[in-house]
């Protein structure tokens, strides 16, 4: 049999490994040059399968509006004509409430620990290198209302099978003696120690170069105009790499397209509410291994995230609405530089900062789509949002069972596609 995997990032390359592991004939379609050039070339590094609270959540509107009109916000909302995100946003808002909160903060742990088990599990299946740090997840606070919260947080989420511990300031700076070197006034933190990091671009390449060694064909700069359907069947991919159109036929098709897959799912009759929620990061080389962190740090006021990456650090984070424009705009990359100045002053080489900006594909309610399309051999593996790096092992496998036919490991009840409808 074989499977068309439309889409060739951290989440595609990954569902790709896992069908071919099954026996599958696999083909990989990709509009850019090679793997993971687009949300998984530069994010924040971090395998955060305890960090399950969705951007929906309790008082988040409120913030919004106080954040309006400010180019420093770090949720930036441009108001503009744009139907899509009018739509979106209303769904957002109905999952802002207490109950929708919760129940989307346990699907998201469902699968994002089932991920990370994946993840452990590939490694001691291959031989693979992406800067894998197993040192946990530091989430850092700097005023006591919003340490309260989550310590209230941490209470809830540990009895939901979380992994989170609450520090003080000390502890914090005893687990990472970076910190200490803040010029940021803390006052304690929530760890997360079977959290991970690693490079998420490395990965992706590391993870073609198995496939290939395994028949998997990857073809690049080749764009998907559509797909041909034959009643409740997907029967090719028409797609077009140049020298004009052609069909690529296959048993399954798995959309894996992030932000760009709802304009592929429409012409199948599926109306996917993924909005492309442009983020920020920057990469930078150590010079001083001692002032730079270890642990891979959350700055939740700042929606930020810090990761150490071989020789480099890695910040990411805001979210900013402005549609597929993914152009880097000065002030808000100079606000990522001055966070991480602030809290690991002396660390980097600022003069060597390299700016990066990618599209996440945002749902409403923060949980991605996998299931089957309206297609009974159209499967969708999109929609992760932030957390693509964190969910796509585990995303992965579910497709392959999906694919053999088979109840996949974990269940993936109100993951799909139907829950919009």
């Given at each position: 049999m074989k499977a068309v995997v439309l889409g060739a990032g951290v989440i595609g390359v990954t569902s790709a490994y896992y069908l071919a592991r099954e026996g599958f004939?696999?083909?990989v379609i990709d509009r850019r040059e090679g793997p993971g050039l687009e949300t998984s070339f530069a994010n924040g590094g971090q395998i955060s399968a305890n960090h399950c609270e969705p951007w929906a959540a309790p008082g988040v509107l409120w913030q919004g509006i106080k954040w309006l009109g400010r180019v420093d916000a770090p949720l930036l909302y441009h108001l503009r004509l744009d139907?899509?995100?009018?739509?979106?946003?209303?769904?957002?808002?109905?999952?802002?409430?207490?109950?929708?909160f919760w129940e989307n903060v346990a699907r998201i742990l469902r699968l994002a620990l089932f991920s990370r088990n994946a993840?452990?599990?590939?490694?001691?299946?291959?031989?693979?290198?992406?800067?894998?740090?197993?040192?946990?997840?530091?989430?850092?606070?700097r005023n006591d209302k919003d340490f309260d919260q989550a310590i209230a947080h941490a209470r809830i989420v540990s009895e939901m099978g979380c992994e989170r511990q609450v520090l003080n300031l000390k502890k914090c700076i005893e687990l990472e003696p970076a910190l200490q070197n803040s010029t940021d006034n803390l006052v304690g933190g929530t760890w997360c120690p079977n959290d991970e990091s690693g490079d998420a671009y490395k990965f992706t390449c590391e993870i073609e170069k198995k496939c290939i060694k395994m028949g998997v064909t990857f073809r690049y700069g080749v764009?998907?105009?559509?797909?041909?359907?034959?009643?409740?069947?997907?029967?090719?991919?028409?797609?077009?790499?140049g020298q004009g159109t052609e069909e690529i036929k296959g048993d399954v098709f798995v959309v894996a397209l992030g932000s760009h897959s709802p304009a592929l799912a429409s012409d199948m009759g599926i109306k996917l509410p993924i909005y492309p929620v442009k983020g920020y990061s920057l990469t930078m080389p150590i010079t001083n291994t001692l002032a730079a962190p270890n642990v891979s740090l959350t700055d939740d006021d700042n929606k930020m995230v810090f990761s150490r990456l071989g020789g480099n650090l890695r910040v990411a984070g805001t979210a900013e609405f402005n549609g597929y424009n993914n152009e880097i705009e000065k002030s808000r990359a100079?606000?990522?530089?001055?966070?991480?100045?602030?809290?690991?002053?002396?660390?980097?080489?600022?003069?060597?900062?390299e700016?990066?900006?990618?599209?996440?594909?945002?749902?409403?309610?923060?949980?991605p789509i996998i299931g089957r399309g309206r297609q009974e051999n159209l499967l969708l593996n999109t929609g992760h949002g932030a957390l693509g790096w964190t969910m796509a092992a585990g995303s992965g496998r579910i497709i392959a069972s999906?694919?053999?036919g088979l109840h996949p490991e974990i269940s993936i009840s109100n993951l799909g596609w139907e829950r919009f409808s």
């Open positions: 004939e696999v083909e139907p899509v995100l009018w739509a979106w946003t209303i769904r957002f808002i109905a999952n802002s409430n207490e109950r929708r993840f452990r599990e590939l490694r001691s299946e291959i031989d693979i290198d992406y800067d894998l740090l197993q040192l946990g997840i530091l989430n850092i606070y764009n998907v105009n559509g797909l041909n359907t034959d009643m409740w069947k997907v029967k090719s991919a028409i797609v077009d790499g100079q606000m990522t530089l001055d966070v991480a100045t602030r809290i690991f002053p002396g660390a980097c080489d600022e003069t060597k900062a700016f990066w900006t990618g599209l996440r594909p945002a749902t409403p309610d923060g949980i999906l694919a053999l």
